[in-house]
């Protein structure tokens, strides 16, 4: 049975779905660029502790802002997709100017999108949508449905 890669309808939602916490995942501060710390991406926070953020209460307006994907309840609700747990952050926005949804996943560790359960879900959504793909070594690869069978690398860069 194909696996339901993607809810449309919360790729965009602003908030946690009901029922997913972060709770002690601390991904996105150790991956994304956050502009108001002058954190560039792939930068672990200086923030981030064992049990989450050490500055919660304060912490800036982005990190407050920000759900991947999983929270967001676009991706299956199971614990196990959490990007602690499954070593990959997946993030959907509009870039601004754009009128396109850019998606992307983030690898965590080495390695992380090839165990099965990451690369089952990255072959699902890309049969249906683009979605650039960042390796934990710097370099990108694109992936997007295509007509015939198999998938195409569209683009991989440094
Ligand atoms: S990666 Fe997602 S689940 Fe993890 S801390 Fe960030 S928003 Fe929460
Ligand atoms: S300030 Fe807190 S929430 Fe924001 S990136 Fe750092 S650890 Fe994460």
């Not at 099965?116 to 390796?135: H, K, M, V």
């Not at 934990?136 to 998938?151: F, I, L, N």
């Amino acid at each position: 049975m194909a696996m339901p890669a993607l809810n449309e309808d919360r790729l965009l939602a602003n908030g946690a779905a009901p029922g997913r916490e972060c709770d002690d995942c601390t991904v996105c501060c150790a991956l994304l660029a956050q502009a108001e710390l002058r954190k560039p991406m792939r930068r672990a926070c200086d923030h981030a502790c064992r049990n989450g953020c050490a500055i919660y209460e304060t912490r800036p307006q982005g990190c407050r802002d920000f759900h991947c994907l999983w929270l967001r309840g676009a991706l299956p609700a199971d614990l196990s997709y959490r990007p602690d747990r499954l070593g990959v952050l997946f993030d959907g926005y509009r870039p601004v100017g754009a009128g396109h949804l850019r998606l992307v996943a983030l690898e965590a560790w080495n390695d992380a999108f090839d165990g099965s359960a990451a690369r089952e879900l990255i072959d699902a959504i890309a049969q249906e949508r683009p979605l650039e793909l960042s390796y934990r070594d710097g370099s990108w690869q694109t992936r997007g449905p295509v007509s015939g069978e198999g998938q195409a690398v569209l683009r991989r860069g440094d």
